[in-house]
């Protein structure tokens, strides 16, 4: 049985069509690379999946479970967001550790799971500074870091390595990789990038050929 | 700019002079006059003696905070709803916020006292219930200016994150809200704190502002001293609050990445639908319900629904043959002359210093905020200050008919400034520079490039002052004297009589300056929508979806 599943999904705004008749699935533990044009609707389906859009028709599956209905909340499905979306008025350590917070973890706990995963994406002894004094290769593995702290069985990725240079970028994307095998976790990978989606994801899947 | 192409010192001296001398004597001598006369042991301990000085003080302090707090929890969800939602008849939301902000404070205690039924007339609650109503527009204006171009994202990130709906408010929404949060509840403060109007028409012995006091000391019963060391007590408070926000502001503001413009969508799911509609139309119906009161009581005379308040407007009679001092259609005249003059000096002075603000820098700055000063020091004090201080020969200027409109002017310079100073600094340097290059002098260039940008500026701030002076209460209660009285001051006087023809003759006088009010409120609007629909110059500005989707 399929891990996650887009079922024949419509979104439009305000009259404009984005997708139509949409679908994708993927089974458990499976990388796919979601490639196309921007304003193909990548980012509005990893939306859909994400619950932040609420599509017009259509479903959005998770082991069976029909979730189109389900806030974004109650999903356990994790985002890496474009432009990382830090949350400012926190820490590094505190934004590693919301996710748990959410959950319910105590405060000592929290804080030692944060401090793991920071380490584990490199940035030992981070914990505490500004986000804003971050790097643009750091703030990235700290949205990564903040995301697979909750450990989701879903991750989605609305082009996490886009903006950087070209080296940091390719070494970004090994790291990714590794990390995602290494959680088995089942991921989207939404990217206009061929070498990325190589790298990355076990399937590559164009939008134009989901997307009727 | 290259300094060599800069405009000459001496035309800059020139233009600075006129309105540096005018803040000078009719705001900062009076100003000082004050101070002088609350420097005085016995003024002070006589003023600090007194209970009723501290009842007066109390008072003044929980109600503002009351006052601030309400607005800002009942504002947060039509600030929401309007930052983040496109919906049929947004713009007309904003507007009705709007106009009820911009209506003259005497109005709105009318209006509360046509709406509130007579047990709730003259108490606390029908002060705050009016503040509250009054300022929405301050919390919609102000925070949702911020939460507009807040990124929708970093919320949707902390939900992916397990934070439910509400938990992203508190842990997310509302600490990164926090700069504006703060600029507003000080703004709203401020506002309650020194509240005159609304208190004069809704307040009571027991509801005094230390405005009201030092209005009551000084007029009516002749302690100059003590009014005087009222007067600046409320100075500091203002002072001190004012300084604090600033730098609460500067500690909680964070590097954060807003959106280049506001973005809004529309409501896709039917709870979205239906708490836009809701808090829209909630919020619509609680501004205009007191408007609609007012009028609808214009109508209601003691032998039932008619229109002798309209039509006997100028026939004051309390019984037949005893005449009330006041005659409402000569303070419509009254109003219009005062507004005509205050209008004029406020953008020939207004026009002047903006040139000169926008032309230099430090100087420049100095002038900008001395000309704010009085906006943010309270009409009453500068209406009492002026009072004080020309009262003797050879500047004893009481009975000159130029003193209101100056009082007037003081008030109103502020927004032809920001208006037309924001404009002067938005013209590109390029376009004097191209002028000097085809051999204009830098004076020359300034005057053919510079200076046409003014005229729209000031037709939006010659309506806004034109608002400002029909609607000033606080300086006038002071220096209107006995025949010269004003509209605010009519409906004060007519509104307090309760049940009676005269009373519902306030509130047909009330009804006309909320009309005239929002007409020139509108003129404002529209001016400003041409300004926004130049078109625009650059192509490849469009945004990338429009031209690459599918």
Redesign the interface.
């Known amino acids: 049985m399929s891990q996650l599943i887009v079922d024949h999904v419509d979104v439009s705004f305000e009259g404009a069509t984005v997708l139509v008749d949409a679908s994708l699935s993927l089974e458990r533990g499976e990388i796919v690379a979601l490639l196309g044009a921007s304003g193909s609707g990548k980012s509005t389906l990893l939306r859909v999946v994400a619950g932040v859009i609420a599509p017009d028709a259509g479903t959005v599956r998770l082991a069976g479970t029909d979730i189109t209905a389900l806030p974004t909340h109650r999903r356990g499905i994790g985002m890496v967001f474009q432009d990382n979306q830090l949350f400012p008025h926190l820490s590094v350590g505190d934004n590693v550790a919301f996710g748990l917070e959410m959950a319910g973890v105590g405060k000592t706990e929290r804080r030692l799971e944060a401090d793991a995963w920071l380490e584990r994406v490199g940035l030992a002894s981070l914990a505490d500074r500004d986000v804003s004094d971050l790097s643009g290769g750091e703030a990235k593995r700290v949205a990564m870091a903040r995301t697979l702290a909750t450990r989701p069985e879903v991750v989605l990725l609305d082009e996490p390595l886009t903006g950087l240079d070209r080296e940091l970028h390719d070494q970004l994307a090994l790291e990714v990789a590794a990390l995602l095998v290494e959680l088995s976790v089942t991921a989207i990978l939404v990217t206009h990038d061929h070498d990325e989606a190589a790298t990355i994801a076990g399937r590559v899947v164009q939008m134009a050929d989901i997307n009727g | 700019m290259n300094p060599i192409n800069a405009l000459p010192r001496r035309v800059l001296a020139a233009l600075g002079v006129a309105p540096v001398v005018a803040l000078l004597m009719f705001f900062f001598w009076p100003t000082a006059t004050l101070l002088a006369r609350a420097i005085d042991t016995e003024a002070l301990s006589s003023t600090f003696g007194r209970r009723g000085t501290w009842n007066v003080v109390w008072f003044t302090l929980w109600q503002a905070v009351v006052s601030t707090v309400v607005t800002l929890a009942l504002g947060l969800a039509p600030a929401y709803v309007v930052a983040r939602f496109e919906f049929t008849g947004r713009r007309l939301l904003v507007a009705v916020l709007t106009a009820v902000f911009v209506m003259p404070t005497v109005v709105m205690g009318a209006a509360f006292l046509a709406l509130l039924p007579d047990s709730l007339d003259r108490t606390a609650w029908a002060v705050i219930g009016a503040h509250v109503v009054f300022n929405l527009a301050v919390v919609v204006r102000t925070v949702g200016v911020f939460w507009e171009r807040l ?1 929708a ?2 919320e ?10 509400w ?2 408010f508190t ?2 929404t509302l ?2 809200l ?1 700069p504006a949060l703060l600029a507003t509840a000080s703004i709203v403060f401020v506002f309650t704190f020194t509240s005159f109007g609304v208190v004069r028409v809704l307040g009571a012995p027991g509801t005094r502002t230390i405005e009201v006091e030092v209005w009551r000391r000084a007029t009516q019963l002749g302690e100059i001293g003590e009014a005087a060391v009222l007067s600046i007590l409320q100075l500091a408070v203002l002072g001190a609050t004012l300084g604090w926000s600033s730098l609460a502001q500067r500690r909680h503001s ?4 807003l959106e280049p413009a506001a973005v809004r ?2 409501a ?2 039917g709870i979205e639908k239906r708490r836009v509609g809701l808090v829209s139309v909630t919020t619509a119906l609680v501004c205009v319900a007191p408007l609609t009161a007012l009028a609808a009581r214009s109508f209601s005379t003691p032998s039932g629904w008619s229109t002798a308040a309209w039509t006997r407007l100028g026939r004051t009679e309390v019984r037949p043959g005893i005449r009330l001092g006041l005659d409402p259609i000569a303070a419509l005249g009254n109003s219009v002359e005062n507004a005509a003059w205050a209008t004029l000096f406020a953008v020939l002075f207004g026009a002047i210093a903006s040139l000169a603000i926008a032309a230099s820098r430090r100087g420049g700055r100095m002038l900008d905020i001395g000309l704010m000063l009085p906006l943010g020091t309270s009409a009453v004090t500068i209406g009492f200050g002026m009072l004080i201080t020309f009262d003797q020969a050879p500047f004893d200027w009481r009975a000159e008919w130029w003193l209101v409109p100056v009082g007037h002017a003081l008030v109103a310079t502020p927004f032809v400034v920001r208006t037309a100073v924001g404009v002067l600094r938005s013209v590109d340097p390029d376009l004097q520079a191209a002028a000097t290059t085809l051999g204009a002098s830098p004076t020359r260039a300034w005057l053919a490039i510079v200076v046409p940008f003014l005229w729209r500026p000031l037709a939006v701030g010659a309506a806004l002052a034109a608002a400002v002076s029909l609607g000033e209460f606080g300086a006038t209660s002071f220096l209107s004297r006995s025949g010269g009285e004003t509209i605010p001051i009519a409906i004060e006087q007519l509104v307090g009589r309760t049940g009676s023809l005269l009373q519902a003759q306030g509130y047909a006088l009330a009804t006309m300056l909320a009309a005239i009010t929002i007409l020139l409120v509108v003129v404002v609007d529209s001016t400003g929508q041409m300004q926004q629909r130049t078109p625009p110059t650059r192509l490849d500005a469009l945004p ?2 429009q031209t ?3």
């Open positions: 990124p994202d970093i949707s990130a902390a939900a992916t994150l397990g934070a439910s709906p938990r992203v842990t997310i600490p990164l926090r964070r590097a954060l990445d969508r529309r896709r799911t990338v979806d690459g989707r599918r």
